[in-house]
């Protein structure tokens, strides 16, 4: 297949330091590569891909050091590019949540979309709603939740290449916590349950400007406790020793995530996962396997003084059976291959939506369209 991958262009593909939905696209416009497929990634011109790139702005927002710059304008532009390419692609897949909804309505059956946000948002529903001719990806079945009427085709996890991070078969002694610096990750709770054990705790971390006043008033007090390690956003390559190191990551996540990548980035190197039960967690941890899913504090701090019984190397095995970026690209051209044969894209009214069987689900960053992830 002849096949787009249009990303947001807020970080690099892969990103550099923090991002999840530009890591995703990453990891799965090589493997429709490896697949055999013509893959185009539409990004920025410092993407790392064995795709074709079209390049449609200079470097990824976030890090640009431009003081003034518009993230409307240069997603309008991305979408220009794409629409004056479209008629070269079987399948058009947009990873920009709904901006590209009034651009591409005349040719919504050859598109997918693939949602990694949060979806209870007020004005959401009403979007979706107007535009039902668009065939949508959910990331987790619960991320469905607030829209369950939406044209979804298929649940697809995340996934990522089986060698990008090392198996550490022994931890060196620490808790470890790995996201944003934000109200709804909770490192406040990560900071209490290493606390209460005892235990070091290395939080590496970003700090998005929406998140400073959260960060310096609620959390930068936190961090003078002496078991606390505060170690700022790392890079692909540092994660195999941050989180191989760690003997359980800590999700103690308040909000409905979506998928949550860094729960898989820890399994690929046998480290398991205390996760708070929210969100999309119970559809990836399998508790008492890779990790424990618990309700409390309280009950965050026994299964985190557990974790070290687990085993490191069925971990391992777990992410290499349900989270490679292989099978992730497989679940995606099955939805591809559905799109091209259900009704020869012949296209529906905004009144008559799309209707595909639900295939490719998956055994079991999120963002509405703004830097949240």
């Known amino acids: 297949m002849r096949i787009a991958q249009v990303a947001p262009l807020y970080e690099a593909v892969p990103p550099v330091l923090y991002g999840g939905t530009e890591r995703v696209v990453a990891h799965l416009t090589d493997a429709l590569v490896d697949l055999g497929h013509d893959v185009t ?130 931890p060196d002694g620490y808790l470890a916590f790995l996201g944003r610096m934000s109200p709804e990750k909770r490192p406040d709770r990560a900071i209490e349950i290493a606390t209460r054990m005892g235990r070091p705790l290395r939080m590496a971390a970003k700090v998005d400007p929406a998140d400073r006043v959260y960060f310096e008033t609620e959390i930068r007090p936190l961090l003078d406790n002496p078991l606390v390690e505060f170690v700022g956003e790392i890079s692909d390559q540092q994660k195999s020793a941050f989180l191989g190191g760690a003997e359980a990551l800590l999700f103690p996540i308040d909000w409905p995530e979506p998928f949550g990548l860094v729960m898989i980035e820890a399994m690929a190197c046998g480290t398991p996962v205390v996760a708070f039960r929210c969100g999309s967690t119970s559809e990836i941890i399998e508790d008492g396997v890779t990790g424990y899913l618990v309700n409390t504090v309280d009950e965050a701090v026994e299964a ?20 490679s970026s292989a099978a992730m690209a497989r679940r995606y051209v099955e939805v591809y291959a559905a799109l091209q044969t259900s009704a020869d894209f012949i296209l529906p009214t905004a009144t008559d939506p799309l209707i595909i069987p639900d295939v490719g689900r998956a055994i079991g960053e999120e963002r509405a369209f703004a830097p949240l992830a």
Do not use: C
């Open 304 to 323: 985190a003084g557990r974790a070290v019984l687990l085993d490191r190397g069925a971990i391992r095995a777990r992410f290499e059976q349900r989270f």
């Open 41 to 170: 990634l539409f990004s920025t011109a410092d993407a790392r891909t064995r795709a074709r790139l079209v390049a449609v702005r200079d470097q990824p927002i976030r890090l640009d050091p431009a003081p003034l710059k518009s993230d409307l304008a240069a997603h309008l532009t991305l979408l220009a590019e794409v629409l004056a390419r479209a008629d070269d692609f079987d399948i058009i897949h947009f990873h920009t949540d709904m901006l590209h909804f009034p651009f591409f309505a005349d040719r919504a059956g050859r598109t997918v979309t693939t949602l990694h946000g949060r979806l209870d948002l007020k004005d959401l529903p009403g979007a979706y709603a107007g535009w039902p001719q668009f065939p949508l990806v959910s990331i987790s079945d619960d991320q469905r939740r607030p829209i369950p009427a939406a044209n979804w085709q298929a649940t697809v996890q995340h996934g990522m290449p089986s060698g990008l991070y090392a198996f550490s078969p022994k």
